[in-house]
């Protein structure tokens, strides 16, 4: 199950889902299942495109 760099939940094991922000500056992290689980937010330019690259690459 694991490719990796997939994030999973601390709590529930579970995926968790990556979105940009309305402002297109960041990245919400948030479980699938419950996001009271695992919650986080990025603004670090380098990861955010670093990300974005690799999710590029996935929907090829
Ligand atoms: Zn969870």
């Given at each position: 199950?694991?490719?990796g760099n997939?994030?999973t939940?601390?709590?529930?094991?579970?995926?968790?889902?990556i979105a940009?922000?309305?402002?297109?500056?960041?990245?919400?992290?948030k479980?699938?299942?419950?996001g009271?689980?695992?919650?986080?937010?990025?603004?670090d330019?380098?990861?955010?495109?670093g990300?974005m690259?690799?999710?590029e690459?996935?929907?090829?």
């Open positions: 199950m694991n490719e997939s994030l939940c601390l709590v529930c094991n579970g995926p968790v889902v940009l922000t309305k402002k297109g500056n960041g990245l919400h992290f479980c699938e299942k419950d009271r689980h695992f919650r986080g937010f990025v603004m330019k380098q990861y955010l495109q990300v690259r690799h999710a690459s996935l929907t090829e």
